[in-house]
């Protein structure tokens, strides 16, 4: 009934924290967004948004902007801001409104918190591990993070450009974390010689796995080889890591996802060598302390038609999509790399091939290529984004740990459970390259599940639902909400993207309470009491949206419910005449309360509702 929460892989209640913005109570908002959500001031920049894919506003005109609207709270009292009491109510019972599942704060710790301290290994201090490190020390447990390299965040850090997420935050959010009692151990990867067994044997009881993809995919064609064919992973680790990567004056980026988008934009910013010109202006490169200028011949290059391409499927990417072209950006589509051409072991061209399609009949990613179409196009450098893989060779057979063909952890989906006992996987690991949030959420079951391992117990939760009538004089909606348009986030100038620059700022708050108050409110429901109605039709006649209809029971279709049943079970009325039905199409409703205001009987009203999981725990047989 809430569509935007139903789709966010944490269940934050947007929704809720979106009405909470409109109505200038933005500390509770913050509290809401951040209850299920340890990245929460990340998300509000970078995360992909299901929700707002599911938004039933988008049905209508536009989805509300819900991710932008997190960071205008975030910047308010999250990690980045100056609030630090804030930061923590979070831990107060009750503390955020709105509809809460188990592993929202503060139900988690209310429900969760034990005194045994169980040594719990985390592999990899990305998004996963890290919200699974978070949720397993509120609870109790003593949680080391092992991390490969020398920096935690995973392919937060490592992956996604400075210009969308800046390293001071992504620092403030993992000290945050670190703070509620997990150990971060940086330089120490899992290896053949250093691996499951050795953790078990330093009392570990149980493991989450949750290494991201380090590897980029390579193009087995002709030319793979040659000097100027660079992973998209691999370029952006290194310039995320401030190593300059010489790219020449023209750059091919192969591929149409996210990290496509992130390796042409990143690509649009970096330095060319001597004697190519641009027509961006310079910026401080923080990695090098130099004035650069940007590559100014960027194409992207895609199996897919446009309407095809990944990131055209999200909200988040068509806005995505518009910056990239706003920066000069080409797209060539429809078309595949057929060969590599170089000279002395250098890139120079790409010969390429027509797509007829790229997906069959039936849905499935199967190109038909074109032979009649063949072109070359001059190249410096090509970046290759076709998919990462992740390095799981410090698995040994003697671990138990099963793999899938794909050569990502097999995994109970529902629990995370891996082949091995007190193993568990989320993440790319188990999954391959996925959204950010998504990955939080992987570690926030993870830690669910572990913990009923190691107590050898299962959680049951239990729903409490509070519904309540709004008078309906006293139900108001916010002047033409049905008719503001959704505007995207403020961005800096594009004479100013260069570097590291970061493109997108926050709503003002004016900005912020005009896009919350296109919320449809889904928490509130049009109620039809049927014994109140005088068939009168006036609801149906006021609707804007024309989403309420009387009809005859004769022609309503009730999932195999025949008319005479119906009949039989409320009765003909007292002069014999016909039963009638109400129906709404509650996609389109706009919660405009008209239809209430409207009803002489008080047969439709207005009503609000919430829900909370609470928990007990109950005792698994054949606990360990």
């Given at each position: 009934m809430v569509p935007c929460q139903a789709a966010c892989p944490v269940r934050t209640d947007a929704g809720r924290y979106v009405q909470l913005i409109a109505a200038g109570d933005y500390e509770q908002a913050y509290l809401t967004a951040r209850s299920p959500n340890p990245f929460a001031s990340v998300c509000g920049r970078v995360c992909a948004a299901p929700c707002e894919d599911r938004c039933r506003r988008g049905k209508i005109d536009a989805p509300v902007s819900i991710?932008?609207?997190?960071?205008?709270?975030?910047?308010?009292?999250?990690?980045?801001?100056?609030?630090?009491?804030?930061?923590?109510?979070?831990?107060?019972?009750?503390?955020?409104?709105?509809?809460?599942?188990?592993?929202?704060?503060?139900?988690?710790?209310?429900?969760?918190?034990?005194?045994?301290?169980?040594?719990?290994?985390?592999?990899?201090?990305?998004?996963?591990?890290?919200?699974?490190?978070?949720?397993?020390?509120?609870?109790?447990?003593?949680?080391?993070?092992?991390?490969?390299?020398?920096?935690?965040?995973?392919?937060?850090?490592?992956?996604?450009?400075?210009?969308?997420?800046?390293?001071?935050?992504?620092?403030?959010?993992?000290d945050r974390i670190l703070e509620m009692g997990a150990?971060?151990?940086?330089?120490?990867?899992?290896?053949?010689?250093?691996?499951?067994?050795?953790?078990?044997?330093?009392?570990?009881?149980?493991?989450?796995?949750?290494?991201?993809?380090?590897?980029?995919?390579?193009?087995?064609?002709?030319?793979?080889?040659?000097?100027?064919?660079?992973?998209?992973?691999?370029?952006?680790?290194?310039?995320?890591?401030?190593?300059?990567?010489?790219?020449?004056?023209?750059?091919?980026?192969?591929?149409?996802?996210?990290?496509?988008?992130?390796?042409?934009?990143?690509?649009?910013?970096?330095?060319?060598?001597?004697?190519?010109?641009?027509?961006?202006?310079?910026?401080?490169?923080?990695?090098?302390?130099?004035?650069?200028?940007?590559?100014s011949d960027v194409t992207m290059m895609s199996l897919e038609s446009l309407d095809e391409l990944p990131v055209m499927r999200t909200a988040q990417g068509k806005e995505e999509f518009e910056e990239a072209q706003r920066e000069g950006i080409r797209f060539l589509t429809q078309r595949s790399a057929r060969r590599f051409i170089g000279a002395n072991g250098r890139l120079k061209q790409i010969e390429l091939t027509g797509v007829r399609r790229t997906y069959d009949d039936s849905g499935r990613f199967n190109p038909e290529f074109d032979d009649s179409v063949r072109e070359v196009v001059e190249a410096d450098t090509v970046i290759l984004a076709i998919g990462q893989q992740t390095d799981?060779?410090?698995?040994?057979?003697?671990?138990?740990?099963?793999?899938?063909?794909?050569?990502?952890?097999?995994?109970?989906?529902?629990?995370?459970?891996?082949?091995?006992?007190?193993?568990?996987?989320?993440?790319?690991?188990?999954?391959?390259?996925?959204?950010?949030?998504?990955?939080?959420?992987?570690?926030?079951?993870?830690?669910?599940?572990?913990?009923?391992?190691?107590?050898?117990?299962?959680?049951?939760?239990?729903?409490?639902?509070?519904?309540?009538?709004?008078?309906?004089?006293?139900y108001t909606t916010s002047p033409d909400y049905d008719r503001l348009e959704r505007e995207a986030p403020p961005s800096i100038d594009l004479k100013r993207r260069t570097g590291i620059s970061e493109v997108e700022t926050a709503y003002s708050e004016e900005e912020a309470r005009r896009q919350a108050e296109r919320c449809l409110m889904c928490h509130i429901q049009t109620i039809y009491d049927a014994d109140k109605c005088v068939l009168c039709n006036r609801c149906v006649d006021v609707c804007p949206e024309y989403c309420l209809k009387l009809i005859p029971v004769e022609e309503a279709a009730l999932d195999g419910i025949t008319a005479e049943e119906i009949r039989r079970s409320y009765g003909d009325s007292a002069d014999g005449g016909p039963l009638?039905?109400?129906?709404?199409?509650?996609?389109?409703?706009?919660?405009?309360?008209?239809?209430?205001?409207?009803?002489?009987?008080?047969?439709?009203?207005?009503?609000?509702?919430?829900?909370?999981?609470?928990?007990?725990?109950?005792?698994?047989?054949?606990?360990?």
């Open positions: 991710r932008a609207l997190k960071r205008f709270v975030t910047e308010k009292y999250g990690v980045e801001s100056l609030a630090p009491e804030t930061q923590q109510q979070l831990f107060q019972i009750h503390s955020d409104p709105g509809n809460k599942t188990v592993w929202h704060l503060p139900l988690l710790r209310e429900s969760r918190r034990q005194q045994t301290r169980e040594k719990v290994a985390v592999i990899g201090a990305g998004p996963a591990g890290l919200s699974c490190a978070h949720d397993l020390a509120l609870m109790g447990y003593a949680v080391t993070v092992f991390e490969g390299s020398d920096t935690p965040g995973g392919m937060m850090y490592h992956g996604i450009p400075e210009f969308r997420l800046t390293r001071s935050l992504i620092h403030k959010e993992i150990e971060l151990r940086l330089n120490a990867p899992l290896t053949p010689e250093f691996g499951l067994k050795e953790l078990r044997e330093q009392g570990y009881e149980a493991v989450f796995l949750s290494v991201g993809t380090q590897r980029g995919r390579d193009l087995g064609i002709e030319g793979a080889e040659l000097d100027g064919v660079i992973r998209a992973i691999d370029y952006l680790l290194n310039v995320n890591n401030g190593y300059r990567v010489d790219l020449g004056g023209k750059v091919v980026v192969i591929g149409g996802g996210f990290v496509a988008f992130d390796a042409a934009r990143m690509a649009r910013r970096s330095a060319p060598e001597e004697g190519h010109s641009s027509d961006l202006a310079p910026a401080l490169d923080a990695a090098r302390s130099a004035l650069r200028a940007g590559i799981l060779s410090f698995l040994k057979p003697e671990d138990g740990v099963e793999l899938t063909p794909q050569r990502t952890v097999k995994v109970d989906r529902q629990t995370l459970a891996t082949s091995a006992a007190g193993i568990y996987a989320g993440g790319d690991a188990a999954f391959g390259p996925r959204n950010l949030i998504e990955a939080v959420a992987n570690g926030k079951q993870a830690a669910l599940s572990i913990d009923n391992y190691l107590r050898g117990v299962s959680g049951m939760p239990e729903v409490r639902l509070r519904i309540s009538k709004i008078r309906t004089r006293e009638s039905v109400m129906i709404k199409d509650d996609d389109k409703c706009i919660r405009c309360g008209l239809c209430a205001l409207r009803c002489p009987t008080d047969a439709m009203t207005m009503e609000v509702f919430f829900y909370e999981e609470s928990e007990t725990m109950a005792r698994q047989g054949g606990a360990r």
